[in-house]
């Protein structure tokens, strides 16, 4: 039997969110400050050997999904190769890729704001990308260059167009749901999904602003989303969950669905697969987790695989069983998500 990750709750350990850089070319107001970011210095950025090597290490311990984000992947030069390295990683979790070698490789995913990815779309696919998650919290140009401090939402449109002629599949689109931003936009962007046969998802808020402005009186939740979508489109829940934290709905007996991610009103914990590593190479059990294991240090130093791997297996030990955002003790993270990586 090949080695799990497996933590005191149960819970095997699949998928490995890896940020790219703390870098943005939006500053969406739930995720970045306006200015003043304190940036990860460019020396203490994994380079792509690290990644790489990382990468090989998780996938020895029966991760098998990698899927990049930040900030903004594509503002990595190296971003292509990235993908082309991690897709090669030979895995050991059982899942086969159904090639003649009865062994598995890395799924390599993306999410992203799409700024750009028109133009390397065909090297990712070439790449070895297997899937996209694009966000998109409104079709308003005016409300997208208050909400993202940028004027460029003609440039997300154009990556969502590119993303829906590659042929990549489920092509999802994230939208976190705002009160008095976007909530009156919920129908025309399940529309919107539709036409460019996309998968929309909507997210609750989460307390990763880094102004530490949350309110969760102020949160739209995803029972309310429902409640919307439901005067306009007949929702059908589709099938098991397993560790899919969106709760999924088939729209009016259709081939598209619509997603509700209810990380705060409903959290999916118990059936959490996720660890994360940032930029800067340290290791995050949990979104929420206020600890992290220090990867680059021990990578700089010297340290085996053998150690790495134990490093890891030390913070999965340690992850606690919930992220208690509903509870009174809860502490937000002191970085913002594009530090952390969403
Ligand atoms: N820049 C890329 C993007 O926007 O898709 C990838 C990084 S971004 C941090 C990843 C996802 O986290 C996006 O879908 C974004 O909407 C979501 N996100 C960021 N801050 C959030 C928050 N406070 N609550 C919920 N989702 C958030
Ligand atoms: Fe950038 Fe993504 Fe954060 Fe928006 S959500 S500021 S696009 S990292």
Request: hydrophobic share 40%; with cysteine; net charge negative.
């Amino acid at each position: 039997m090949s080695e799990q990750l497996v933590d005191r709750f149960g819970r095997v350990h699949r998928d490995l969110r890896i940020s790219l850089t703390d870098k943005c070319n939006l500053r969406c107001t739930y995720c970045m400050p306006a200015e003043g970011v304190p940036w990860i210095a460019k020396q203490n950025l994994l380079t792509t050997d690290e990644i790489e090597r990382v990468g090989r290490v998780f996938a020895s311990l029966g991760i098998d999904e990698a899927r990049l984000t930040g900030g903004e992947p594509l503002l990595r030069p190296d971003a292509v190769d990235v993908v082309r390295r991690l897709a090669a990683l030979p895995t050991s979790s059982g899942q086969t890729d159904g090639g003649p070698t009865g062994r598995g490789r890395m799924r390599v995913s993306m999410t992203t704001n799409a700024l750009g990815l028109a133009g390397v779309m065909d090297d990712l696919v070439d790449a070895g990308l297997e899937r996209l998650n694009i966000s998109i919290d409104t079709l308003d140009p005016e409300r997208f260059h208050a909400l993202t401090r940028r004027d460029r939402l003609d440039d997300v449109l154009a990556g969502i167009r590119a993303a829906q002629r590659s042929g990549l599949r489920p092509l999802k689109l994230n939208t976190v749901a705002m009160r008095g931003v976007n909530d009156d936009e919920f129908v025309d962007l399940v529309r919107f999904a539709r036409e460019h046969d996309a998968q929309l998802r909507f997210i609750e808020q989460m307390p990763l602003d880094a102004g530490h402005v949350w309110s969760r009186a102020e949160m739209v939740d995803g029972q309310e989303i429902l409640d919307r979508l439901s005067e306009e489109f007949t929702l059908e829940p589709v099938g098991e969950r397993g560790s899919d934290p969106a709760e999924v709905f088939r729209v009016d007996g259709g081939s598209t669905t619509v997603g509700v991610i209810a990380s705060v009103s409903a959290p999916f914990c118990g059936s959490c697969d996720r660890v994360r590593i940032t930029a800067d190479g340290q290791l995050r059990n949990c979104l929420f987790a206020r600890d992290e294991s220090d990867l680059l240090g021990l990578l700089r130093s010297g340290g085996s695989d053998a150690d790495l791997a134990a490093m890891i297996r030390r913070s999965i030990g340690d992850k606690r069983e919930g992220h208690g955002i509903d509870g009174p003790n809860f502490l937000q993270p002191d970085r913002p998500m594009s530090a952390i990586g969403g």
